[in-house]
């Protein structure tokens, strides 16, 4: 997704999500460090930092590659994959 203000593929969004009000949401870097999370994701994310451990909280994240957990009920293992951020 490319999270520019061009109001074009500007947030991450799971489609159907709203059918699983408990969901999960949590993005890694590629050092395995959490740069967000959400409980439970509305399909809002802009490419922003709400981990204050890493980075200050509302700052971009750099443009690469984020690995992803989202678990629809909790408890459950979830299901994991990769988001590609370009701004450009």
Do not use: C
Not at 27 to 37: D, H, K, T
Not at 42 to 70: A, C, H, M, P, R
Request: net charge negative; no cysteine.
């Amino acid at each position: 997704f490319s999270p520019n203000g061009d109001g074009i593929n500007d947030e991450f969004v799971i489609l159907g999500l709203e059918k699983y009000p408990e969901n999960e949401l949590y993005i890694y870097n590629r050092w395995g460090g959490l740069v967000f999370s959400a409980k439970p994701y509305e399909n809002n994310w802009k490419g922003q930092s709400n981990n204050s451990t890493l980075t200050l909280v509302g700052n971009e994240v750099v443009d690469g590659t984020y690995f992803y957990i989202l678990r629809l009920t909790p408890g459950e293992k979830g299901m994991n994959g990769y988001i590609e951020l370009r701004r450009k």
